[in-house]
């Protein structure tokens, strides 16, 4: 069945690029109905969407971190990537990749992974 | 595109109805029927609970159910249970592809 799985560096430093890559288990990107996207929720907070993208490689992002934000796609590896730029300790977070279905909701979510932004 | 409106804590006896709010703008909640909302248990990812402002995914129980009325969405849970112990999120389309989720709602079982 289908199954998302997150990865990455744990602790980055204030102004570097925060990357992370999803991996799609169960499903072929290419041959699903999904949108794949990423959400973040900083400590004590809720949830934010960060933003989605089809495997076609159209993106859609939160009009507030647009301008740091690049989600692209290596459907070879059945895998979505998240890049944040400039980061601050504002953009420490649990993050979560996900995927947007036919219910036109967030169906399925990975288990999350903890970044933390610091020197 | 700010967060929608939610009531930080709801209450309720097992067995009572509680119903949490969500309250958007006619950017989003007002115009799309696209509502969802979502459970959240500690150290768990989100689960979708509710579609489409009022439509249930297989597998979860009838005693969760969302309605919409103008910029306010809602999600009722009937014979409150320990288990529903959690924090819930609704998310409304925003338009041009984008989504807003809300400030999320802490569900106490006394």
């Known amino acids: 069945h289908l199954q998302l799985q997150e990865s990455g560096p744990g602790l980055v430093k204030p102004s570097e690029t925060l990357s992370l890559t999803c991996t799609v288990s169960g499903v072929s990107m290419r041959s699903s109905n999904y949108y794949w996207g990423w959400i973040r929720q900083p400590p004590g907070k809720g949830l934010e969407w960060i933003g989605n993208l089809h495997y076609t490689g159209s993106t859609y992002y939160n009009p507030s971190l647009k301008s740091r934000v690049t989600i692209s796609v290596d459907t070879s590896k059945n895998q979505f990537s998240l890049r944040l730029s400039s980061v601050t300790a504002a953009d420490t977070a649990l993050y979560y990749c996900?995927?947007?279905?036919?219910?036109?909701?967030?169906?399925?979510w990975g288990q999350g992974t903890m970044v933390t932004v610091s020197s | 595109q700010s967060a929608l409106t939610q009531p930080a804590s709801v209450s309720g006896s097992p067995g009572q109805s509680i119903t949490i709010s969500c309250t958007g703008t006619?950017?989003?909640?007002?115009?799309?029927?696209?509502v969802s909302w979502y459970q959240k248990h500690p150290g768990k990812a989100p689960k979708l609970m509710i579609y489409e402002g009022s439509e249930r995914p297989s597998g979860v129980s009838n005693r969760f159910s969302g309605s919409k009325s103008g910029n306010t969405a809602s999600l009722t849970i009937s014979g409150l249970q320990t288990e529903d112990e959690a924090d819930y999120y609704c998310?409304?389309?925003?338009?041009?592809?984008?989504?807003?989720f809300g400030t999320g709602t802490k569900v106490t079982v006394l």
């Open positions: 996900a995927g947007f279905g036919d219910y036109d909701a967030f169906d399925i």
């Open positions: 006619s950017s989003d909640v007002g115009s799309y029927k696209v």
């Open positions: 998310c409304s389309y925003a338009g041009s592809s984008t989504y807003v």
